[in-house]
């Protein structure tokens, strides 16, 4: 039974990373257009906007998608996006991934084993209802074992919660996690009661006020604990249509635009500009700000394979790929990456130099390899449908050292299916360092497969190395950050040179463009909190 639901598990979140990785540079809102089906919940009880308030308290978002769920138990990109400003955790991660308080003022740890956290008095939710302990343990409990929750995963570490007295959480883990207050963060307090989430009812400092066909309107709460935005109301669009977007952006219909093609970011001039179908914004009272995604997309090597069990032919295909060629193809929004994290995610090793790509060097170590061996030399490579281009381009690139590419385009439940089976030889994956820490990777795609303790549910490739497993079982309960990222880098280094399970292709960048006349600063995880815009 638990395996069951731990494979359950493994399809739901395997769909958010891809979900996430196919959102990045050279995912489809990029470079093709996309539809996502719009579901309307039944808005009842709807909390009335003041439209009596001036313009300038008005701050219109425009995004290329929009959720069809608003539950807090959901922990994808696009459902955040929209609920970043509506519900609160114990603690937050700021600007810069710090972890600062939430409705907890403070925290601390009893032991190695046990953590208390005060919260924070006289917090409201917008329904006006006081937030109590109840509440916390409840949405703490529901994220950690709900079925569908996308959650279950990371807070699988908490044994359990309790209140020792009014106002105190305490939450003890089944080991030592130097991770908790990451995850707790991301985990969102709702009341206790409430088992309709169609109207989100939290305690951030808006208000879900109501939603339509591509819009959700968010009015300041009134009873905030906190500080005062600057704006009075915010409205969310969904324009799923990319000169739409640009339109209204152009047009002042939204002051900020979160999914910007690269083709209408680039400046012009460059020799992206010069490309067919680049629409670069010209206008002078818009601002172009791009930020990295922390998320690294990469190939992944079936080490089991009777070819590429050989590490020179995996050597030889990290050689042959440009990692310039990938910039260009996300138009310049995207940069050469050493390692499968990118450099500000806990774990990145600074000292692991870029695969140098040489065809002439690669192309011998396939000849030295199987010169007699094979007649020829054939591997499939799964990637989601939506990366042709990269596609393409590595069956060029391999064909050119002698390894002859069969592309198989599929979508994100079949290329998750067939990772899953053990069967691919050769794919495509991106991962988005979430937590900002490099355990999530290693624990999912790099640890040997052991479905029962949650290690390698990621792990289609076959790797194994006990030594590897090792280092990443005691580093998820390490305390001692120096310690564990020294241990970390050190399992990076291996997996990107003494013994390749992949090459990392690049980490794509996200594009905001926004009137002059607001203030933002991109956040490093990537959001836009409303309630930060000036």
Do not use: C
């Amino acid at each position: 039974m638990r395996k069951n639901i731990l494979e359950n598990t493994l399809i739901k979140n395997a769909l958010v990373i891809l979900y996430l990785s196919i959102l990045a540079l050279v995912g489809s809102y990029l470079f093709f257009e996309r539809q996502i089906s719009i579901v309307i919940g039944d808005f009842k009880n709807l909390i009335q906007v003041d439209v009596s308030k001036p313009s300038e308290d008005i701050l219109s978002i425009g995004y290329a998608f929009k959720p069809d769920n608003y539950d807090p138990i959901l922990f994808d990109y696009v459902t955040r996006s929209y609920l970043v400003d509506v519900y609160e955790g114990l603690v937050k991660i700021d600007d810069n991934l710090k972890i600062v308080p939430g409705l907890a003022v403070s925290w601390g740890m009893i032991d190695s084993l046990n953590w208390e956290f005060r919260l924070r008095p006289g917090v409201k939710f917008h329904d006006g209802k006081l937030l109590s302990v109840e509440d916390v343990i409840a949405s703490i409990e529901r994220a950690k074992n709900d079925n569908n929750s996308q959650l279950k995963n990371l807070l699988g570490i908490i044994q359990d919660v309790d209140s020792p007295s009014n106002g105190i959480i305490r939450i003890r883990t089944v080991s030592p996690d130097p991770l908790l207050l990451s995850k707790l963060a991301a985990t969102f307090i709702h009341l206790k009661s409430t088992n309709d989430f169609s109207v989100p009812i939290g305690t951030g400092p808006y208000v879900f006020a109501f939603g339509n066909e591509g819009q959700v309107n968010l009015t300041f709460f009134e009873d905030y604990w906190g500080r005062k935005p600057k704006f009075w109301h915010v409205i969310l669009k969904q324009i799923s249509n990319r000169e739409n977007r640009l339109l209204a952006l152009e047009k002042r219909d939204v002051q900020l635009l979160v999914d910007v093609p690269p083709l209408a970011a680039v400046y012009p001039g460059s020799k992206y500009a010069e490309i067919e179908g680049s629409r670069p914004i010209v206008d002078s009272n818009i601002e172009i700000k791009s930020i990295p995604s922390l998320e690294v997309s990469f190939i992944i090597f079936d080490v089991e394979n009777s070819i590429l069990k050989n590490a020179s032919i995996r050597d030889a295909i990290g050689m042959s790929l440009d990692q310039n060629v990938f910039v260009d193809l996300a138009f310049g929004f995207a940069k050469p990456v050493t390692q499968f994290v990118s450099n500000g995610v806990f774990g990145f090793n600074p000292d692991i130099k870029k695969i140098t790509y040489d065809l002439d060097i690669a192309r011998k170590k396939v000849e030295d390899a199987f010169s007699s061996s094979f007649e020829k030399i054939e591997l499939t490579f799964d990637y989601p449908k939506n990366v042709e281009q990269i596609g393409q381009y590595i069956l060029q690139q391999l064909k050119e050292i002698g390894i002859d590419i069969i592309l198989n385009p599929l979508d994100e439940l079949s290329l998750i299916e067939k990772i899953r089976s053990g069967k691919s030889e050769m794919y495509y994956l991106g991962w988005k360092s979430e937590l900002g820490d490099a355990s999530d990777f290693f624990e999912n795609v790099v640890h040997s497969i052991d479905v029962e303790r949650g290690f390698g549910l990621f792990n289609g490739n076959h790797y194994s190395n006990k030594e590897m497993d090792s280092l990443i079982e005691n580093s998820r309960k390490n305390m001692d950050l120096g310690s564990r990222l020294k241990d970390y880098q050190q399992i990076m280094k291996v997996i990107t040179s003494d013994d390749l399970i992949g090459v990392p292709l690049f980490e794509s960048e996200k594009i905001i463009a926004h009137l002059k006349s607001i203030h933002f600063v991109p956040r490093v995880d990537g959001y836009v909190f409303p309630s930060e815009i000036n």
